[in-house]
């Protein structure tokens, strides 16, 4: 009998699928061999199973993850997700373009260059890339602290390919799929609960520009996708990265067709697959300049503009580039004639219409014609393509009025009176999706298994797409097993604030990260990515590989031991500055070593003979020095924001279904709630950051929200009771014991009704 009721006992889980408020009578009607019913797909044939991929007798495919588009993003996320051991493929349209730096071949800038670094320190290939690829290296405010330099590379665009290719093609776990993708294959069998409808009419000042939404069920999961090859792939999670590809559409002039890059095609069918499942969505626009020919460049009078020597690697695993001879860059800028000529041709440009917004921080140089009508020059960045190139990428003047214009324009530029344009400039429409319709992980609130990255959220720039690119592998690999997601919030980094951004306030114009968006940069800084995320992503089983850990532990305990003896090197004023000759206030105040280093001024190398003397000579590296010396600079500002760090977490530990009726919230405006409606935030926090909340409409959520949290817990509890009456009976019915038996030892136990 023991034996027969442990066997029904595993039985019963295999009907976890029926509700749990089943009476004695339903019970008893039950088959004794029912199994939950999988989708048709999943009972096609017999499968095989390779280290990278599942495939069935008909000769279908299965992946884990599966990853649309080779580029930035795409190149992220594959390799992301291959690394947290989930099957994954990348489908691409073409093998050979995998990597491809589609506009300007530099990696990293102001607020950019932190992101590559953070980039870096989750194992991200983008950095190891850079330190391969790059010809020129530069860190850009270098005159200003620390907390706002931005890391910048100049690189050569065939070798950042090649080496990005090689990186992708050596990665475990990793298929890559040539193709283009037709359709999401979508299961609404699985669907969630429609969350409430809203419309975008009431709030036209913070809805993005040209949003549409299809109407229809919009809720469910997706299991994979068709290419307009007619293969269908299954996968238990997919990321999209489409960048520019996405209903795609070049300008040149007054000519128009559909194109993500020139000389490769849109993906049309995607697009309007994602409008179908209801996903609202707008488009966008962007621009790159003209390339040149080098060799007909005059350099006689324009300024050099040279490297860093010794340049700054981007990855935490070098100490040292590649390529260490740099190649020079070079300024020159436009004249009273290049603006002239460029108004009188305005339009034949249909780029420049404002119903579709471009970057603002990387304009056209007809939008600063346009917007800056009172400049008599912009300046322009002659920056070489490679080192046996000889193109040059002309920063500065994106352009989108005819190639005949073009030309006649760049001999308006000083150098460039005889220069031969190689390719003209031009613009570029394309779709993307409201990225308010994210959770914090990348994924969608409406398709499970869905996450997007990129172009197609609202951003702009390499770096931007390769950030949201290794968040939402990361994600889509740990969701396919099973495992617990990786999110970044404001305070751990940059990643963390710009994916904030486009998920609580959407996006009206490409979306371009700078320093100037966190307000926890003093603590989030290039320097330290590695000290903020890499033991983070190793916990949450993100695929640290064992020599980047390696790396990290020993950087981290160099760090801290240092750090430990200035903290433990204690003097008065007068003794450091009679031993040491660091100035400082003469007071009764005694210092530590560690302390002296917020003292403008005072350098790390002035006062380390404190500590040497007892046996430190010489043992710490160059990089634990600058990076502790860093540390010391501002540690009394970090100490500052801890109270505003301790609220913050506060806050985001305040979680809000995403179902959530905000019609039911009493107090809070009408236009609250729809601005809740629409952007469903995950907390409490990520409300109080949706423009328009005030801080009485988030004081009445958390109120009602805590009511709430209340009530479920009372539920939860009588639920918890109901269970185990319903498990006792069912276990009396496999087992063949009375039920009126069971029901006289939950009374005496206290928990029969």
Known sequence: ????????????????????????????RLPRSSLLTRPSHFRRGLATVSPTEVTNSEGQRFFDVVVIGGGHAGSEACTAAARTGARTALVTQKIETIGTCSCNPSIGGIGKGTMIREIDALDGVCGRVTDKAGIQFRVLNRSKGPAVWGPRAQIDRVLYKKYMQEELLSTPNLTIVQGSVADLIIDRSLQQTPLPEVTNTTITATAPNDVSSAPGNQYGTVTGLRLESGETIFAKSIVITTGTFLGGEIHIGLEAYPSGRIGDPASLRLSKSLKDAGFKMGRLKTGTPPRLDGRTIDYTHLLPQPGDEPPMPFSYLNTKVSIENQLMCHSTNTTSATHDLLRNHLHESIHIRETIKGPRYCPSLESKIIRFSDKEKHIIWLEPEGIDDHVVYPNGISMTVPAYVQENLLRTIPGLENVKM?????????????????????????????????????????????????????????SAQGKPPLTLSRKDAYIGVMIDDLITKGVSEPYR??????????????????LRLTRMAHAAGAGISEKRWSRFESTEKEILE???????????????LARYGVKVNIDSEKRSAFDLLRITGVELSQILPAIHGDGHRHK???????????????????????????????????????DMDYGKVVGLSSEEKVLLKLTRPESIGQARRIEGMTPSGCIRLLEYVTKRRRAIASEENREFHRQRREDAYALAYAGGVEVVEVVKQEEAVGIAP
């Open 422 to 478: 190689l390719q003209p400039g031009y613009g570029v429409e394309y779709d993307y999706v409201d990225p308010r319709s994210l959770r914090a992980t990348l994924e969608t609130k409406m398709l499970t298994g869905l996450f997007l990255a990129g172009q197609i959220n609202g951003t702009t720039g390499y770096e931007e797409a390769a950030a949201q690119g290794i968040i939402a592998g990361i994600n889509a690999g740990l």
């Open 513 to 530: 990260m700078f320093t100037a968006r966190s307000e926890f940069r003093m603590s989030a800084r290039a320097d330290n990515a590695d």
């Open 620 to 658: 710490f590296s160059e990089e634990a020095v600058r990076r502790t010396e860093i540390e010391g600079q501002y540690a009394p500002y970090i100490a500052k924001q801890s109270a505003m760090v301790k609220s913050f977490v506060r806050d985001e530990g305040v979680k809000l279904p995403i």
């Open 1 to 28: 009998m023991a034996s027969l009721v442990a066997a029904n006992a595993r039985q019963l889980q295999s009907l976890a699928h029926i509700p749990h408020t089943l009476s004695r009578q339903h019970l008893r």
């Open 562 to 576: 240092l750090r430990g003896l200035l903290e433990q090197t204690v003097m008065g004023s007068h003794e450091w």
